[in-house]
């Protein structure tokens, strides 16, 4: 069961009376209401208009999105340099049934407060980071966290830790499974949230605040115009055997039997490039969810922004 807490619904429904109390006016600061068509019956109040084909999204600017099917509550506010993000962390989509027998964890609501910079500046050097840390957030409120908390012989020492999406973990048609906790994440590419294929989608935000967006994006990521594809990563299978461990062929069922192998694919180490999107016509660094290895960015380049460092479900 999803158990709603009255008085976070109270202030949603303020938040989102103040957004079109706030934005009245001309018509250029006109707050709007849609019903995301990937959602359902969810209902998004934003200061932007909506998304059509190719425009900004909506979910760049401050935004409320509620869908009462589902329990779903996020209100995210654009102020000032500041991207704050509340959310009770359940999805606004169908999910599997949890739990199941891969996983055994009932999806329940939970209590993000993210505070993430709306205009971020890539570091001296990448981070690499592990669980607990979540990746990123997607637009709905559902938290994005590619590792699993899951090793060869339960043994966190042993140098090989499962690749999530590679193993029997209960995972539902939107590449996601259920938290100890309660907590409902994405692995991978979050299904229910992609759309189209026809321009790079935003679907949420990384921890250092950089932008995340579908799996299609242009050919020529400087070109609006050069057409849109797939974007793949830059991590391969290793070669040969592993060295130790559980032995055998590097065949994907662990993270260490990837590797980042520049120029490979279309990314950097971090699942990312720079480039334009609708919502930045200039131009910005954004990462991208894969549909193949390595999913979800495995690094920020980018400073982790502290509501977000090591603030994330214990992973799984």
């Known amino acids: 069961m999803f158990h709603r807490s009255t008085r976070y619904s109270a202030v949603m429904l303020l938040v989102a009376a103040l957004l079109l109390a706030a934005c009245g006016g001309d018509d250029s600061g006109e707050a709007a209401t849609f019903t995301a068509a990937n959602a359902g019956a969810s209902t998004v109040t934003t200061?932007?208009?909506?998304?059509?084909?190719?425009?900004?999204?909506?979910?760049?600017?401050?935004?409320?999105?509620?869908?009462?099917?589902?329990?779903t509550e996020v209100v995210v506010t654009v102020d000032g340099g500041v991207r704050t993000i509340e959310s009770n962390g359940l999805p606004d989509h169908e999910t599997g049934e949890f739990p199941n027998a891969g996983n055994p964890n009932a999806i329940s609501a939970q209590r993000y407060n993210y505070t993430l910079p709306a205009d971020p500046d890539t570091a001296a050097?990448?981070?690499?980071?592990?669980?607990?840390?979540?990746?990123?957030?997607?637009?709905?409120?559902v938290v994005l966290d590619p590792f699993a908390a899951e090793w060869y012989q339960n043994d966190r020492n042993s140098g090989w830790q499962l690749a999530a999406l590679a193993?029997?973990?209960?995972?539902?048609?939107?590449?996601?499974?259920?938290q100890p906790s309660g907590a409902y994440h994405y692995h991978g590419a979050p299904t229910a949230l992609l759309t189209t294929t026809g321009f790079p989608e935003l679907i949420g935000f990384a921890g250092d605040g950089f932008p995340i967006y579908g799996p299609y994006g242009y050919t020529d990521a400087a070109d609006?115009?050069?057409?849109?594809?797939?974007?793949?990563?830059?991590y391969q299978l290793k070669s040969g055997e592993r060295p130790d461990g559980p032995g055998?062929?590097?065949?994907?069922?662990?993270?260490e039997d990837y590797e980042y192998r520049e120029g490979s694919g279309d990314l950097d180490e971090c699942n990312g490039r720079d480039g334009v999107t609708a919502e930045y016509p200039e131009g910005s660094y954004y990462y991208v969810a894969t549909l193949e290895w390595p999913f979800l960015g495995r690094c920020f380049v980018g400073a982790i922004a502290g509501s977000f460092e090591l603030s994330g479900p214990p992973g799984r």
Do not use: K
Request: a negative charge; glycine letters at 14%.
């Open 224 to 234: 609006t115009t050069s057409g849109v594809r797939e974007l793949t990563g830059s």
């Open 167 to 178: 193993n029997p973990l209960g995972f539902d048609q939107n590449n996601a499974h259920v």
């Open 248 to 255: 055998g062929a590097h065949d994907g069922t662990y993270v």
């Open 47 to 71: 200061t932007a208009s909506p998304a059509d084909s190719g425009s900004a999204s909506p979910y760049a600017a401050s935004y409320v999105l509620m869908n009462e099917t589902y329990g």
């Open 125 to 141: 050097g990448v981070t690499s980071y592990n669980i607990p840390q979540p990746f990123g957030i997607a637009v709905n409120g």
